[in-house]
C-alpha cells in the first residue's frame, strides 16, 4: 500500500563556513528559526523531532543531542538523532507516513573548526579500521577510485587529459553557483589553472580545489503530513520518494570499485517509488565531496552510462558552464555550489541540499534560479555517509503528491 | 592511551593477515569469518583459516599521501593503495615501507601491478608510554631488497646425535650510512628491534623448513626492547604462530622468554636452546634464539655518542633441534666478571661506556678466555677450526683478538661483517655466524665467541653437517645478498638519527 507523501513546509539554514565565535546551538537555532518562520509555525506544533551530526560528541562534547535539541526547543517530544541529514529525513519520511506525527523537524549540524587540529583523523571515523591503520587518509580513497576508474575503462593520453580537466570545471562550475549563492562557504570564482596548479603542487591525481572543505553550519526543515501540509503551505513541496542502502565499509573489500552501489540501488529504489524515470529529473543535488564524486554520482544515479560521465561534463561544461546535457536533456547539478563551494558541514551539508531543490522547484531561488527546457517539476538530492558505505537518495516533487 | 583489547585483537590478526576461505565456493576473506556471505548457513563449519603472511601481493591502485592523519605524521609521505592476493581474490588495504619520498618527483602510478610482499611494521606512532601497535598491511616490492619467499614445510628426514642448529636467518634493513670504510644497516621509521626479531624469525622459519608447530621455546636477546617491561619474544611467537595455536582462546603453546646481557643476550641462549631440545620428552621438537637491536647510541656531540659512529640496526634468529641438523653442536664454554664497561640505567635513553676500558680489561680478555678454554678443553688448535667468529663492535677488536689466538685472515675474515653492517649488538656475532654458514661445507667447523658488556663471553664450536648443503637454496635473503643488495639506499646522517628514532 502507498502512504500519501511526506510534504516540506519550510526550510531554513545559516551560511557555512568557519563560525568561530558561535555555539552549535545558536548554528542549529538559527535553521531551526528560519524554517519555523517560513512554515509559519510555532515550536508546540511539533510532534517529533530529527537531528543529524557525526561529531558532536567528538567536537564539542555532546553526547546525546536529542537532549540538546529539547533544551534549545523547550519541548519533551520524541528526538531521535542520526548521522546524515538525509538519514533523518527518511526517518521523519517513514514516521508520518505510518501516520505516527504530522508535523516534524528535521535538522542537522556541524562544527567541524571546532577541532580543526584533529578533524582529519576524526573524518577516519567514516572509513573502517583496517584501512585508517594501513595509513588511509580521508582524500586516499577517492584518488584510488580515480585511479580505478582510470584503469577500468582504460583511459590514457588524450582521453585521460580531458578526465581531469573535466574534474576541474566541475569545480570551477560549483563555485561560479556559489558566487549567487549568499549562504555558501566560498562566494568567489576560481579557474582550471588553479585547480591543476594545486594538484601539480600535491603530485596527485587531485588536489585542495578538487575536495569540499571543512565547514560549520547548520540546516533544517518542517515536514508535515498532506494534511497538516495543506493549512499551512500553497507552494507544497512532496517528498516523492526516499530511499537509502548500504555497502561495506571497507573500500577495497568492494565488488565495485568505480562507484557505490549503495548509490545506484537507492536511486534504483527511489526512482520506483516516485514511479518516474531518470529524464524526468532536471535539477540534481549530487554528493560532491570530491569532484570525482560529482562524476561518479552522474554514472551511479544513471544519468550517465559507466565510464561515460566525463565526455558530458566535458562536453556540457566547455559551453554553458551551467548545466549537464544527458540523454538529450538539460541536467542542473549543484546549483548552490555543492559541498565543493557551498560547503560540507556533514550532518548539516544534506539539508543544504534539500533546501536548494525545494527552492529551485518553488522559483525562489533568486539569481541561482534554474529555467531548463521544461517546466520544473522533479529534482532529486543524493547524499553519502561515508565513502559509499551508506546512500541515500530523495526525489521531491514541485506540488502534492497522491 | 591506546586501547589494550582492541590492540590485541587488532594485532592478533593484523599482524599475521589472518582471513577465512569458504570451503563450499572457495570466496575468501581478510579477518577471520565463521560463514560465507555467498554460501550462507551451509558454510558453517566448512570455512577454512588463510593467511597472507608468507604469500606475496599485487600492488593494484595506489595513490601518494603528502599530509597523513596525525598518527602517521612521522612517515611524512608515503605510497598508500590497494594490495590483492591469490589473484584478486581478496583485496586489503595497505601502505608501501622503506620508502623515502621526501621531496622526490614520482609517479606512483608506474608502481601500480607490481608484485609486492607483506611486512611486519608498527602502525602508527603513540605516545611514549602505550603500547606499540604493530600492522603487517605494510608491503614492499617483491623484486627489491627483501625477497619473497614461501614457507614449504619439509618432513625431517634425519634424526642426529648432538643438538644443533637446522636454521637460521638474518635480517637486516635496506637503508645504510656510510662512514668512511664502514657501512652501517638503519631501520626505516616503522622498525625496532621488534619488528627485526620477527623478521629474522620468519627467515629463519623459511630456511630450515621446520613447522612452527613444533617449537617448544623461543628466546630473544636484546638490549634495545622498546619496553622496559613486556617481552619481544610473546610477539615473535604469535606472529609467527610459534606451538599450537589454540583458535578458541588466541593462544601459543609455546614457551617464551626475552634475556638481556648486553651483546651476548641471544649467544648465551644456544646452549639453552639446545639442551633443551635434547630432553627426552621434547624430542622432535624446536627452539628459536633470536638476537635482535636497534643498536642505541647517543647523538655525537653527547655523552656516550662515541657509539654513535658504529651502531647498526639487525636481527638474527636460530633454530636448534636434533631433526637435519645442518650444525652440530660440539661443546662450549662461557666466562663472566663484574665489569662495568657498558651500561644504561633504567629511564636513560642512551648506553654509556668506560671508554678505553672496553678493549682492555673487557672486551679482549673475556673474548679470549672463552676462546682459549673451549679449544683447551676440546683439544683444539687454530687449524682444526675452519672459521673463527668473534663480537665485532669494531673492525679492530675481532681481527686484534683473532690474530692473538693464532687464527689467520681467511678463518676470520669471513665472519666479520661490522663493516657491512655496524655493530648490530645482540646480533653481531650471530650475524658472523651466518655469514659463516652461507658459505660453509660440510666438516667445516666453526668457533664462535660471543662478548656483552657486564661483562661475559660465550664460546661454542659448531660442526658442519651435509645437511647445510640441502638447505642451502631455500634461503634467498643471505648475509652476502643484503651486504651486496642493488637496493640498498644510502642516506645522511640527519635522515639517519630521524629514522633511528622510529615512530
Not at chain 1, 252 to 277: D, Q, V
Not at chain 2, 191 to 200: C, F, G, R, W
Not at chain 2, 276 to 292: D, E, K, W
Not at chain 2, 360 to 379: G, I, N, Q, S
Request: net charge neutral.
Amino acid at each position: 500500500m502507498t502512504r500519501a507523501h511526506p510534504v516540506i513546509i519550510g526550510v531554513g539554514r545559516t551560511k557555512f563556513g568557519e563560525h568561530y565565535e558561535r555555539e552549535p546551538e545558536k548554528l542549529i537555532e538559527e535553521a531551526w528559526l528560519k524554517a519555523s518562520v517560513s512554515a509559519g509555525l510555532e515550536r508546540k506544533d511539533l510532534d517529533a523531532g530529527y537531528l543529524a551530526d557525526y561529531f558532536l560528541p567528538i567536537t564539542n562534547k555532546i553526547g546525546i543531542e536529542e537532549g540538546f535539541l529539547s533544551e534549545l526547543t523547550e519541548l519533551h517530544i520524541p528526538m531521535e538523532k542520526t548521522r546524515s541529514f538525509s538519514s533523518a529525513l527518511l526517518n521523519a519520511c517513514t514516521a508520518i507516513q505510518a501516520g505516527r506525527y504530522d508535523v516534524v523537524l528535521v535538522g542537522g549540524v556541524e562544527k567541524m573548526t571546532d577541532r580543526w587540529d584533529k578533524i582529519r583523523d576524526d573524518l577516519m571515523l567514516l572509513e573502517d579500521p583496517w584501512s585508517y591503520y594501513a595509513g588511509c587518509t580521508p582524500e586516499a580513497n577517492h584518488e584510488l577510485m580515480l585511479r580505478e576508474y582510470v584503469k577500468q575503462h582504460h583511459l590514457s593520453g588524450r582521453e585521460l587529459e580531458t578526465l581531469n580537466i573535466a574534474l576541474a570545471q566541475i569545480a570551477v562550475k560549483n563555485h561560479k553557483n556559489a558566487v549567487q549563492n549568499e549562504h555558501a562557504q566560498y562566494q568567489r570564482e576560481i579557474t582550471v589553472e588553479t585547480v591543476l596548479k594545486e594538484r601539480k603542487k600535491a603530485q596527485k591525481p587531485l588536489g585542495l580545489f578538487d575536495y569540499a572543505p571543512v565547514s560549520d553550519g547548520a540546516t533544517a526543515i518542517i515536514l508535515a503530513s498532506p494534511e497538516k501540509a495543506k493549512k499551512r503551505t500553497d507552494a507544497p513541496v512532496c517528498v516523492a520518494a526516499s530511499a537509502s542502502a548500504t555497502d561495506y565499509v571497507t573500500y577495497p573489500a568492494r565488488e565495485e570499485r568505480t562507484g557505490f552501489i549503495a548509490s545506484m540501488i537507492a536511486m534504483r529504489n527511489a526512482l520506483k517509488m516516485a514511479g518516474i524515470a531518470q529524464n524526468d529529473i532536471q535539477v540534481a543535488e549530487l554528493y560532491d565531496q570530491s569532484t570525482l564524486l560529482e562524476m561518479v554520482s552522474l554514472e551511479d544515479l544513471g544519468f550517465s552510462k559507466r565510464g561515460t560521465a566525463w565526455q558530458s561534463i566535458a562536453e556540457s561544461l566547455n559551453q554553458s558552464q551551467r548545466f549537464y546535457r544527458v540523454n538529450g536533456k538539460e541536467l542542473y547539478v549543484n546549483t548552490n555550489g555543492g559541498l565543493k563551494a557551498d560547503g560540507n558541514p556533514l550532518g548539516a551539508t544534506g539539508g543544504a541540499q534539500i533546501c536548494e531543490i525545494v527552492q529551485q522547484l518553488n522559483g525562489k531561488a533568486g539569481n541561482r534560479q534554474v529555467k531548463p527546457d521544461a517546466d520544473l517539476q522533479y529534482g532529486c538530492a543524493s547524499e553519502l555517509e561515508g565513502f559509499g558505505t551508506k546512500a541515500y537518495v530523495h526525489i521531491l516533487r514541485r506540488g502534492d503528491c497522491r | 592511551m591506546s586501547s589494550e583489547p582492541i590492540e590485541r585483537r587488532v594485532s592478533y590478526i593484523g599482524d599475521r593477515l589472518r582471513g577465512s576461505k569458504c570451503g563450499i565456493c572457495g570466496k575468501e576473506y581478510f579477518r577471520p569469518r565463521d560463514y560465507c556471505g555467498t554460501c550462507g548457513r551451509r558454510s558453517f563449519g566448512k570455512m577454512q583459516d588463510t593467511d597472507f603472511f608468507y604469500k606475496k601481493g599485487e600492488l593494484e591502485v595506489c595513490t601518494l599521501v603528502k599530509e597523513p592523519t596525525n598518527k602517521f605524521t612521522r612517515l611524512e609521505s608515503y605510497v598508500y593503495g590497494i594490495v590483492s592476493f591469490d589473484n584478486g581474490r581478496v583485496r586489503v588495504p595497505g601502505r608501501l615501507t622503506d620508502q623515502l619520498l621526501q621531496d622526490k618527483e614520482i609517479d606512483v602510478t608506474e608502481f601500480e601491478g607490481r608484485e609486492v610482499v607483506p611486512r611486519f611494521r608498527r602502525r602508527y606512532a603513540v605516545e611514549q608510554s602505550d603500547v606499540v601497535p604493530t600492522i603487517a598491511l605494510t608491503f614492499t616490492f617483491a623484486d627489491e631488497y627483501y625477497p619473497f619467499q614461501e614457507h614449504q614445510i619439509v618432513k625431517p628426514r634425519k634424526e642426529c646425535e648432538r643438538p644443533g642448529i637446522v636454521g637460521y636467518g638474518a635480517y637486516t634493513s635496506k637503508f645504510r650510512i656510510k662512514d668512511g670504510a664502514i657501512e652501517r644497516s638503519v631501520p626505516y621509521v616503522d622498525e625496532d628491534s621488534i619488528t627485526a626479531a620477527v623478521e629474522a624469525g620468519k627467515m629463519a622459519i623459511v630456511h630450515s623448513g621446520i613447522d612452527p608447530l613444533m617449537m617448544a621455546k623461543v628466546y630473544v636477546g636484546s638490549e634495545s626492547n622498546p619496553y622496559a617491561v613486556k617481552p619481544i619474544a610473546s610477539k615473535v611467537a604469535q606472529v609467527l604462530k610459534l606451538g599450537e595455536e589454540d583458535k578458541e582462546r588466541g593462544v601459543q603453546t609455546v614457551d617464551a622468554v626475552d634475556t638481556e646481557f648486553a651483546c651476548k643476550a641471544a649467544t648465551c641462549m644456544f646452549k639453552d636452546a639446545s639442551a633443551l631440545v635434547y630432553y627426552p620428552s621434547a624430542r622432535g621438537h624446536y627452539t628459536m634464539v633470536v638476537g635482535t637491536d636497534n643498536s642505541q647510541a647517543a647523538p655525537r656531540n653527547e655523552p656516550g655518542g662515541e657509539l654513535d659512529f658504529f651502531v647498526g640496526y639487525g636481527a638474527s634468529a636460530f633454530i636448534f633441534g636434533m631433526n637435519d641438523v645442518i650444525a652440530e653442536m660440539e661443546d662450549w664454554c662461557s666466562c663472566t666478571s663484574d665489569t662495568p664497561d657498558f651500561w644504561r640505567r633504567d629511564l636513560e635513553s642512551y648506553p654509556r661506556h668506560g671508554g678505553r676500558f672496553t678493549g682492555e680489561p673487557a672486551y679482549f680478555k673475556h673474548v679470549t678466555k672463552a676462546a682459549e678454554k673451549l679449544m683447551d678443553k676440546m683439544r683444539l688448535q687454530p687449524k682444526d677450526i675452519t672459521y673463527f667468529v668473534s663480537h665485532q663492535p669494531n673492525v679492530a677488536f675481532p681481527v686484534k683478538v683473532a690474530t692473538q689466538l693464532g687464527f689467520k685472515e681467511e678463518q676470520f675474515m669471513p665472519g666479520l661483517q661490522v663493516a657491512r653492517f655496524g655493530n648490530t649488538y645482540s646480533s653481531s656475532s650471530p650475524i658472523g655466524l651466518a655469514a659463516v654458514l652461507d658459505i660453509a661445507k660440510p666438516n667445516d667447523r666453526i668457533v664462535i665467541v660471543s662478548y656483552g658488556s657486564g661483562a661475559g663471553s660465550d664460546a661454542y664450536s659448531l660442526l658442519v653437517t651435509n645437511q647445510i648443503l640441502d638447505k642451502k637454496d631455500r634461503q634467498k635473503f643471505t648475509i652476502c645478498y643484503q651486504a651486496e643488495n642493488k637496493n640498498i639506499e644510502y642516506i645522511d646522517y640527519e635522515t639517519y638519527r630521524r629514522l633511528k628514532l622510529g615512530m
